[in-house]
């Protein structure tokens, strides 16, 4: 039926539309400029975030298409980028119990029908060998992240993310992961949860850290967010 499906519809790369054959997940033009290493940043809760790609305006189109046009075949190419870097920088800690991911409160998932950092943890599991279990979940009054005021951002955080069953983490370690992290502030409080809630150690992964993160500018953000100041952050966190 894939195959079938293919045939109507061949794929296409995801970074630049080139038609792919069957068992390619991107062309080969794209994949030769794939970053050499993996993007390591800092979290300010003590984890660090790895990332095949930096959010440049290539990536950026891939993720949009993904996201808002069902390209769910982009999934692939991010997953298989994404398995290479957590095994490039993980190696010695590969002993993850389970891979997680961000949740999508269920109003936008049944709006979007799927929650693409679901998606990518899923098949990102599948290669490295790991189980996926979903182990957070989030208030379905949560408005979109973009939407919100910097302020409301950070006075939300503490009341979005909760998790499912504490039995499912304790002892564990984890790796958490999302599409894209931006100020680093929704995989810091999730892997806080987590850690409260027993996880031994969470490891953080994303398709794509955006270009002006440094921990320094996520730690402002913090800080200014526990001050209540009237901050002006914005999206990126730059
Ligand atoms: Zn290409």
Same mark, same amino acid.
Request: hydrophobic fraction near 35%.
């Given at each position: 039926?894939?195959?079938?499906?293919?045939?109507?519809?061949?794929?296409?790369?995801?970074?630049?539309?080139?038609?792919?054959?069957?068992?390619?997940?991107?062309?080969?033009?794209?994949?030769?400029?794939?970053?050499?290493?993996?993007?390591?940043?800092? %979290?300010?809760? @003590?984890?660090?975030?790895?990332?095949?790609?930096?959010?440049?305006?290539?990536?950026?189109?891939?993720?949009?298409?993904?996201?808002?046009?069902?390209?769910?075949?982009?999934?692939?190419?991010?997953? #298989?980028?994404?398995? =290479? #870097?957590?095994?490039?920088?993980?190696?010695?800690?590969?002993?993850?119990?389970?891979?997680?991911?961000?949740?999508?409160?269920?109003?936008?998932?049944?709006?979007?029908?799927?929650?693409?950092?679901?998606?990518?943890?899923?098949?990102?599991?599948?290669?490295? =060998?790991?189980?996926?279990?979903?182990?957070?979940?989030?208030?379905? @009054?949560?408005?979109?992240?973009? %939407?919100?005021?910097?302020?409301?951002?950070?006075?939300?955080?503490?009341?979005?993310?909760?998790?499912?069953?504490?039995?499912?983490?304790? @002892?564990?370690?984890?790796?958490?992961?999302?599409?894209?992290?931006?100020? =680093?502030?929704?995989?810091?409080?999730?892997?806080?949860?987590?850690?409260?809630? @027993?996880?031994?150690?969470?490891?953080?992964?994303?398709?794509?850290?955006?270009?002006?993160?440094?921990?320094?500018?996520?730690?402002?953000?913090?800080?200014?967010?526990?001050?209540?100041?009237?901050?002006? =952050?914005?999206?990126?966190?730059?």
């Amino acid at each position: 039926m894939n195959r079938l499906l293919g045939l109507i519809y061949p794929p296409k790369c995801p970074y630049c539309s080139a038609a792919l054959k069957f068992d390619m997940t991107e062309c080969l033009v794209c994949r030769a400029k794939f970053p050499e290493t993996p993007r390591i940043e800092p %979290l300010v809760t @003590g984890e660090i975030c790895v990332a095949p790609f930096t959010y440049n305006t290539v990536i950026k189109k891939a993720i949009a298409q993904y996201k808002f046009r069902g390209k769910k075949f982009n999934t692939h190419s991010f997953a #298989s980028a994404l398995a =290479g #870097s957590i095994k490039n920088v993980y190696s010695k800690d590969m002993s993850f119990e389970l891979i997680t991911c961000v949740p999508m409160s269920p109003d936008r998932k049944k709006k979007r029908g799927y929650n693409q950092a679901e998606l990518v943890a899923k098949m990102t599991a599948d290669i490295l =060998g790991k189980k996926f279990v979903q182990v957070l979940y989030r208030d379905s @009054g949560a408005k979109e992240q973009h %939407l919100k005021s910097y302020e409301n951002r950070i006075k939300d955080e503490d009341n979005t993310f909760h998790i499912i069953a504490p039995e499912l983490v304790r @002892g564990k370690n984890i790796l958490l992961i999302d599409d894209v992290m931006t100020t =680093g502030t929704t995989l810091s409080r999730c892997s806080s949860i987590l850690k409260e809630n @027993g996880a031994e150690r969470v490891f953080c992964g994303a398709i794509a850290i955006v270009k002006g993160y440094s921990f320094g500018n996520s730690k402002r953000y913090i800080d200014a967010a526990e001050k209540q100041s009237s901050g002006k =952050g914005n999206e990126n966190g730059t």
